[in-house]
């Protein structure tokens, strides 16, 4: 159960609890004050939702045939899962999953790297570098 902050309070009154005093003043609750998290899947971050633009660009063009956000979840080991952010269908018709990044964390790179070992597809990773997209492929 989830309470409202009236019922939390209204819970600490019965209780004769009292807010604690903390040695420093937290940040106000603005934008720009907490670190996103995780976003909820299916939803893009503002790389990846100007990867996607860049993808209907180069779609429009003929350079792909298809892309989808999301759209495999690879198994790499018991609850070990890797999913891409993007399957793209390039005019070659070699399936390839990209995966959008601003900087690399150690456990995604050994996802990428230990998926692109067990799977038949082109894993790619970009990243916004100036105006272009930088690309790394992983074999």
């Known amino acids: 159960?989830?309470?409202t902050e009236a019922q939390l309070r209204e819970y600490q009154d019965r209780r004769g609890a009292q807010?604690?005093?903390l040695p420093?003043?937290?940040p106000a609750n603005q934008p720009?004050?907490?670190?996103?998290?995780?976003?909820?899947?299916?939803?893009?971050?503002k790389t990846e939702a100007a990867y996607d633009t860049?993808?209907?660009?180069?779609?429009h063009a003929g350079a792909i045939?298809?892309?989808?956000?999301?759209?495999?979840k690879l198994r790499l080991a018991d609850n070990t899962f890797y999913t891409s952010d993007f399957a793209v269908?390039?005019?070659?018709?070699?399936?390839e999953l990209h995966e959008v990044k601003g900087f690399w964390q150690d456990d995604a790179r050994v996802k990428i790297k230990v998926a692109a070992s067990m799977y038949p597809f082109r894993f790619i990773a970009v990243r916004k570098k100036g105006k272009a997209w930088e690309r790394e492929?992983?074999?």
């Open 89 to 95: 269908l390039p005019a070659s018709c070699v399936l």
């Open 19 to 21: 807010t604690p005093v």
């Open 24 to 26: 420093f003043k937290l």
């Open 65 to 72: 045939l298809w892309h989808k956000f999301e759209a495999l």
């Open 137 to 139: 492929e992983f074999a």
């Open 54 to 59: 860049y993808l209907w660009e180069q779609r």
């Open 32 to 45: 720009g004050a907490f670190a996103l998290g995780r976003l909820p899947v299916g939803r893009m971050n």
């Open 1 to 3: 159960m989830r309470w």
